[in-house]
């Protein structure tokens, strides 16, 4: 069954995330769930290098959806949330933080910009700061975190109610 999400404008912000299998992941994510766009923010690796070679592991783990989901570099993160936000979007991070809630709870109003970070630090605070919300999955096992890419894939999932 193909169901197209037509009615809710969620793009990714990946920052700082170091694997590319991590990366070839969410692009893979986004595409199956109707992603707009997703950019691409500090040390995260693109599709294509700044010279415009394809990157072999993301593209293997993505399956194409390197081509089909929109996304570009973004120089700075913190400005182009302040964009974003100027552009009416609302801004989540995906962390655990004292202020978070559960991602069950939250409910996608309106266009929105999902924040994940880097797969051992997190999402910066600075980016917490900006954030309208802060959402978190609950861990009930001794691990205290998902992969970056399990669990995007587990928030975009459950907000666009796919």
């Known amino acids: 069954m193909k169901a197209k999400n037509k ?9 700082d995330i170091r694997s590319n299998f991590n990366v070839g992941s969410i692009f893979r994510i986004a595409d199956c769930v109707g992603i707009k766009k997703i950019f691409l923010g500090g040390i995260t690796p693109a599709p294509l290098d700044r010279f415009g070679r394809i ?10 959806a390197d081509e089909t989901v929109s996304w570009e570099k973004a120089p700075s993160v913190s400005l182009l949330v302040n964009k974003l936000k100027k552009d009416g979007f609302e801004i989540v991070s ?5 202020d978070s809630t559960d991602y069950k709870k939250f409910k996608l109003k309106k266009k929105t910009a999902l924040i994940v970070g880097n797969e051992v630090a997190g999402v910066k605070k600075s980016l917490l700061k900006l954030s309208d919300h802060i959402l978190e999955i ?8 998902l992969n970056v890419a399990v669990a995007t894939g587990i928030t975009v999932f459950r907000i666009l109610n796919v």
């Open 138 to 145: 609950p861990m009930m096992g001794d691990k205290e975190s």
């Open 55 to 64: 990157n072999n592991e993301i593209k293997k783990v993505a399956l194409g």
């Open 7 to 15: 009615t809710k404008e969620l793009y990714l912000i990946l920052d």
């Open 94 to 98: 995906l962390e655990q933080s004292e």
